[in-house]
Nanobody, 118 residues
Framework: VQLQASGGGLVQAGGSLRLSCAAS????????LGWYRQAPGKQRELVATITSGGSTDYAESVKGRYTVSRDNAKNTMYLQMNSLKPEDTAVYYC?????????????WGQGTQVTVSS
């Protein structure tokens, strides 16, 4: 499965953006989908995850501001980002993590730049 992230851009502090991650195939059985980000000079960090069952988890820094969701019918994951802060500026990547007793694989999308101005 190939992933393509989109929706990044330049926004003022306090604004909102919605990122999309479109998959080339079905995401129904993908165990965990996630969003990561990497700011200049920093390591890539986990932002949010959503399981095949719909359970979500968030980094402390984005809790209450970000919402991750998935639409299995559209093979797409979303990240709604509200109340954006300058420190949210980063390249955002989406990730798929599939594992079963027989096989396991991970897939990364290309990044989409999010820039929040103060």
């Amino acid at each position: 499965v190939q992933l393509q992230a989109s929706g990044g851009g330049l926004v003022q502090a306090g604004g909102s953006l919605r990122l999309s991650c479109a998959a080339s195939g079905s995401i129904f059985r993908i165990n965990v989908l996630g969003w990561y980000r990497q700011a200049p000079g920093k390591q890539r960090e986990l932002v949010a995850t959503i399981t095949s069952g719909g359970s979500t988890d968030y980094a402390e820094s984005v809790k209450g501001r970000y919402t991750v969701s998935r639409d299995n019918a559209k093979n797409t994951m979303y990240l709604q980002m509200n109340s954006l802060k300058p420190e949210d500026t980063a390249v955002y990547y989406c990730n798929a993590d599939y594992f079963s007793p027989e096989v396991a694989w991970k897939s990364w999308g290309q990044g989409t730049q999010v820039t929040v101005s103060s």
